[in-house]
């Protein structure tokens, strides 16, 4: 797994009272739905999940965007668990805090340089897999 180029299907469980939020994207870019979402502090528009500084992470695409015109919307879910692609085994820590890792994949803030925090891991299901819950724009 790598960046997302396409819609993605993510399993989703405990999401009975799950929140959702929309952000204007920033000009030009590209989310994918299922894609992992930030905004830039500076301006508040969003862009793809990225390790990236002065962001914070806002959600999970409910739709995608391709080529955002200016104003474009982009909604996202947040307050539930998603099933999401790690880049290194999240077991060791159950109960703590991941972060972007791309807009796809979620990491360890050990292996992390701007710890861009996506919620908790819940239960790591495999070395590249594990359930997170998924923090909202509160988190910023």
Not at 3 to 9: E, I, Q
Not at 22 to 31: E, F, L, V
Not at 91 to 110: K, P
Request: glycine share 8%.
């Amino acid at each position: 797994m790598a960046v997302l180029t396409a819609m993605t299907a993510r399993q989703t469980r405990n999401d009975a009272l799950a929140s959702y939020a929309t952000y204007t994207c920033t000009t030009g870019t590209t989310i994918y739905e299922g894609s992992l979402v930030m905004v830039t502090l500076a301006t508040g528009l969003a862009l793809p999940g990225a390790d990236t500084a002065s962001c914070g992470f806002v959600g999970i695409a409910t739709n995608t965007v391709v080529s955002a015109a200016a104003g474009t919307l982009i909604n996202v879910k947040f307050g539930h668990e998603e099933l999401l692609g790690t880049n290194a085994t999240l077991a060791a820590v159950t109960g703590s805090a991941c972060v972007i890792f791309d807009s796809d994949l979620v990491t360890t803030a050990a292996a992390a340089t701007n710890d861009v925090k996506v919620g908790e891991v819940v239960q790591a299901v495999s070395t590249t897999a594990a359930w997170v819950k998924i923090r909202g724009p509160q988190s910023i």
